[in-house]
């Protein structure tokens, strides 16, 4: 495979799922400044707050409905047409956000509404990411598997400096008026033109040589679910206990903190969205770090171990860290991202290379998007019902817990050997 042909790979796993992110992430922001006000009765800030954030769940329990049904046709026709569809289904549901009713306007209608755009956004995540990693994977040179499987990595921090970076330049040239009542729409409408540049890369690529492949080794399973399920079901079980740290980290660090930060603590939208800004950029450093230790000196499973004993520690120190300036958020915000890096980064090698070929796309993706349930689902809810009742401290021991139990798995976890598909004229 050529040099030329490598970059194509990588730049369509890198942006497609960066566009994803970019989506998922607007949803987030919007989330933690004004859909609490928005889309839900207002007698209570507090509860209100908490019924957005629990909105972002939907998107969690959406995403292995997601993967099963994306994944079934990656496996049986191919990674590129189901690349696609998965894009264009989450692209469609996150430009319709712009165009909801309010609370105000609607009544109950709104926020069910909101509910079934954000059940579309995770439906289409949960096919993304499985099959973005096996698009960069498959294609990857000996020696390079981890570093290829970072590039659907980077699309998170990506995508989260394009969502949070407009939020933020929103926020400087809008009134709060103007940003509540109609500024905020602006991200969800823009994400159609993102999407249509995301299609017309993705629509250039060709198949995977190892897909390709196994086909011509044997016909692809009937149900891949099910093959999943029987042969390998306890890979389907320890990755996804695995993986748990880095959706806890990120949505603690996110979501979480952003709403907790300008409602409670008092920092102000541009100010705190300015920090997580400096601070997603270590995530990104932390990624590429993780993949060229895994590439070069460890494995995967042994870097994600590493992780998780920082994220662990971590925990301890977010309430005198968040709690005593904005220089202090940023400190705790930048090392816990960093650390994040080394618990997500090798992921997009670790997840596929748990499954063999032929239902490597089920088995990706049900793995990373069972996870997001795990951790990442109820997260935010979970650390504002905690903040609220003893602040921060109890939400650094939830993810320091959180985090032990996926040191726990990566530690009991021991992978059978996959037999590799070999690839003609190699």
């Known amino acids: 495979m050529s040099t030329q042909t490598h970059r194509r790979v990588l730049l369509a796993s890198f942006v497609g799922t960066g566009i994803e992110f970019y989506d998922f992430y607007i949803y987030a922001t919007a989330a933690s400044l004004v859909f609490g006000e928005l889309f839900f ?15 972002l769940a939907v998107a969690f329990f959406a995403r292995p409905v997601g993967a099963a049904f994306f994944g079934h046709f990656g496996d049986r026709i191919g990674r590129k047409s189901t690349l696609v ?10 430009t319709l956000v712009a165009f909801l009713p309010t609370y105000h306007d609607a009544g109950w209608i709104a926020p069910i509404a909101l509910c079934v755009l954000r059940f579309g956004q995770g439906f289409g995540l949960g096919g993304e990411w499985g099959g973005a990693a096996l698009l960069a994977v498959e294609n990857a040179p000996p ?10 990595q980077m699309g ?24 509540r009542d109609w500024g905020w729409r602006l991200p969800f409408a823009i994400s159609a033109l993102l999407v249509a540049v995301g299609l017309y890369i993705r629509l250039k690529l060709t198949e995977t040589p190892e897909f390709a492949q196994s086909l011509r ?34 949505y603690v660090g996110t979501a979480f903190l952003l709403g907790y930060g300008t409602k409670t603590l008092g920092y102000s939208m541009q100010a705190f969205l300015g920090v997580q800004l400096g601070a997603i950029l270590f995530m990104a450093v932390g990624i590429y770090a993780a993949a060229w230790l895994a590439d070069r000196h460890f494995d995967e499973r042994r870097v994600l171990a590493g992780g998780c004993v920082a994220t662990i520690v971590l925990g301890f120190v977010i309430a005198p860290l ?48 069972i996870a997001g349930v795990l951790g990442g689902g109820l997260t935010p809810l979970i650390a504002q019902g905690l903040a609220l009742k003893g602040g921060l401290a109890p939400v ?26 070999v690839l003609e004229g190699v």
């Open 41 to 55: 009765p207002a007698q209570d800030p507090g509860l209100a707050q908490m019924a957005a954030f629990a909105t």
């Open 156 to 179: 998170a921090p990506a995508g989260f400096i394009a969502a949070n970076g407009l939020f933020l330049l929103l926020g400087v040239l809008l009134t709060p008026e103007q940003f």
């Open 143 to 152: 020696g390079w598997r981890a570093r290829f499987g970072a590039a659907p």
């Open 85 to 94: 569809a998965s894009l264009l289904t989450m692209g469609v549901s996150t």
């Open 396 to 421: 650094g021991l939830y993810l320091s817990a959180a985090t032990a139990v996926s040191l726990v798995a990566l530690l009991l976890l021991k992978p059978k050997p996959v037999a590799p598909v």
């Open 217 to 250: 080794q044997a016909p692809p399973p009937k149900v891949p679910l099910a093959e999943l399920v029987r042969s390998h079901g306890g890979m389907l079980v320890g990755g996804p206990v695995g993986a748990i740290a880095c959706f806890a980290t990120y």
């Open 322 to 369: 968040v709690e005593h300036s904005l220089f202090g958020a940023f400190v705790f915000l930048a090392l816990a991202l960093l650390a994040m890096g080394f618990v997500y980064g090798p992921l997009g090698a670790w997840l596929p290379g748990l499954f063999p070929p032929r239902v490597r796309y089920t088995g990706a993706s049900m793995t990373f998007n």
